[in-house]
């Protein structure tokens, strides 16, 4: 199965096209193992600093703990600064650059851009920028929102009443859009598999729009869209300020699917390994930190700061805490599709799940038919490195998976993915648009 990709940022489809079978042939698809320099058990980092970037979520508490809590310098790590990016385009451009240039070594960051950047389908010139996933950062815990316009419909997971309000608001002349925040990212393929389960199609029936997470409230308030798809705090505070509502948290159409990672430039990987390792460390224990339940009102006054989300703590608290308003009405407390920072092996980056990203942006013609998709899990991937990181933290082998795969996966809508066979799940999925023919969402 192969990938082919989208642009954004000013980088055409027809640019990607042309670019990626250079690429194809480049490092990008070379042996998994091919150079790589690993870590040598209790060595000393190889350098004291990394810069890293986040984007305001909540998923990325991982990053802000592990500063506030001293766990980098724990780790011997004392000179990490953690970075905000305005936006996920933002961070793309300055993992491109790197921190020689004035840019960043890596950053929480949405689970298929590493591959995105690694074959250059979102890069300048399409230039592919070898990147490592190092870790998992969290489980579900996204949300997709709706405009207060449609209350009356209480859209849910089911989205067949909203697919005709869609198609009557249309027919009126105004336009409808759902934001997510960007191309091929998971919040774009979440609200996508949303829609697509209702037979909306979302190259044709709604216009798919780029959204920095910070600017998604405020965009719904002035009618930028009527949907859109981000983490928290942002579709709580859409509810608080009385402007739309949750349709559905993401772990109700995939249980504990997967959802950020923590990701490095892979010449940093391969010049700092120790360093790499004492970061990943550093992560996973602020990971286990923000999993005890006893610490969630903690971490949640820990994101609200000015330095890290800065958004007011009635907008974080009660999700970090696991309990839904969905402001309708309906209100769930430890809710079983809050999202999961440790438990149910939430840190290890499944090489399945990185597939099932894969596969989508195969559907929906980001990446090509054509990439062979299992090579470059291989490389992408460092599963080894979090395993080595685990067992130098003497992680418990119950929180180890044995296996780089969960398995066949089932969705909301009955679908089944077989990491086994993703052209089996491929060809299931009635809505898609393979390379070639999709359109490029536009940023806002």
Request: charged letters at 20%; one cysteine or more.
């Amino acid at each position: 199965m192969g990938n082919k990709g989208n642009s954004n940022g000013g980088i055409t489809r027809r640019r990607f096209l042309g670019g990626m079978a250079a690429a194809a042939g480049a490092a990008m698809l070379g042996p998994a193992t091919a150079g790589r320099v690993l870590a040598s058990a209790g060595g000393k980092p190889e350098t004291r600093a990394a810069k890293l970037g986040f984007i305001a979520l909540t998923d990325a508490a991982p990053l802000f703990v592990a500063v506030e809590k001293g766990f980098f310098r724990k780790h011997g790590m004392t000179d990490v600064e953690v970075l905000k990016q305005a936006s996920w385009g933002t961070t793309r451009d300055n993992l491109v650059l790197g921190s020689r240039r004035n840019g960043i070594d890596g950053a929480h960051i949405l689970t298929p851009m590493p591959y995105l950047i690694s074959t250059g389908a979102v890069t300048p010139n399409n230039q592919p920028v070898p990147m490592y996933i190092l870790a998992r950062l969290n489980l579900s815990g996204q949300c997709i929102s709706v405009g207060r316009e449609y209350a009356d419909l209480e859209v849910g997971t089911d989205a067949s009443g909203f697919k005709e309000a869609l198609a009557a608001k249309a027919s009126g002349g105004s336009p409808v859009r759902a934001a997510m925040t960007f191309p091929g990212g998971t919040h774009d393929l979440w609200i996508r598999y949303w829609l697509a389960a209702a037979g909306i199609d979302p190259n044709r029936d709604i216009a798919t729009i780029v959204v920095p997470p910070p600017q998604m409230v405020a965009n719904m308030r002035v009618g930028s869209m009527d949907t859109f798809c981000v983490c928290e705090p942002w579709n709580m505070q859409l509810i608080n300020q009385g402007i739309g509502y949750t349709a559905n948290i993401t772990g109700e159409l995939w249980h504990n699917h997967p959802e950020k990672a923590f990701a490095l430039r892979a010449d940093y990987v391969d010049a700092n390994p120790n360093a790499a390792l004492a970061l990943t460390m550093a992560i996973m224990e602020a990971q286990m930190y923000c999993e005890e339940p006893q610490n969630r009102e903690e971490v949640a006054r820990i994101c609200s700061r000015r330095r890290w989300i800065h958004a007011p703590f009635d907008d974080i608290v009660d999700r970090m805490q696991g309990n839904f308003d969905y402001g309708t009405g309906r209100v769930v407390e430890n809710h079983p599709a809050q999202m999961r920072y440790w438990r149910d092996h939430a840190s290890y980056p499944f090489q399945s799940h990185d597939l099932w990203f894969l596969t989508e942006n195969i559907r929906w013609g980001y990446l090509p038919p054509d990439l062979d998709t299992r090579t470059l899990i291989a490389r992408v991937n460092r599963e080894d490195l979090w395993r080595e990181a685990a067992g130098t933290l003497g992680v418990d082998t119950a929180d180890i998976p044995e296996s780089t795969s969960r398995g066949i996966e089932t969705l909301f809508d009955g679908k089944v993915f077989d990491p086994d066979n993703p052209q089996a799940y491929l060809d299931s999925l009635a809505l898609k648009r393979l390379a070639g023919s999709s359109p490029v969402p536009a940023y806002v």
